[in-house]
């Protein structure tokens, strides 16, 4: 991992933060292709529906009307993404994901390597959409230490 992926995986970290889900905070960044960011986005609610702790704390009502961190950080930029690497945090893209990814143009993906036992299907699908359809995914441990660069 070089010393950009550290950085831009630690920044989706810290988006991460700003979900108001209790359960699962996940933080997306877009870069484009010179290191500058292009959008930012985290997990919750659609804008105008009350993210209130009974439907956050409601998994069953939750998930269904979560927009996922890839998703927001995709529909809030304001320029095409051809060519430019999306990197998330904590969790890999699933599978939904993987598909509006590979849709917008994306054409890297940077995710850290744990896997979270829930989601290894879903995980597993994107990974193999994205194989399918060209886009490199690259998945690190940030506790490794990163090349200087």
């Known amino acids: 991992m070089n010393i950009w992926d550290k950085r831009y995986l630690d920044l989706a970290e810290f988006v991460a933060s700003w979900s108001k889900d209790p359960s699962t905070k996940v933080g997306a960044v877009i870069v484009r292709p010179d290191k500058t960011i292009a959008s930012v986005g985290f997990n919750g609610l659609p804008r105008g529906v009350e993210d209130s702790d009974e439907r956050l704390h409601n998994r069953d009502l939750k998930y269904p009307m979560t927009v996922h961190a890839e998703v927001n950080a995709i529909l809030h930029a304001q320029e095409p993404l051809h060519g430019y690497t999306i990197y998330v945090a904590p969790l890999n893209p699933c599978s939904d994901c993987a ?7 994306i054409k890297r993906v940077v995710a ?7 989601w290894l299907e879903s995980n597993a699908l994107a990974q193999a959409m994205f194989e399918e359809s060209g886009v490199i995914s690259e998945f690190f441990d940030l506790a490794a230490r990163p090349e200087e660069h």
Not at 99 to 105: D, H
Not at 112 to 118: F, G, I, L, S
């Open 99 to 105: 598909g509006v990814i590979i849709q917008s143009g």
């Open 112 to 118: 850290r390597a744990e896997m979270n036992p829930r």
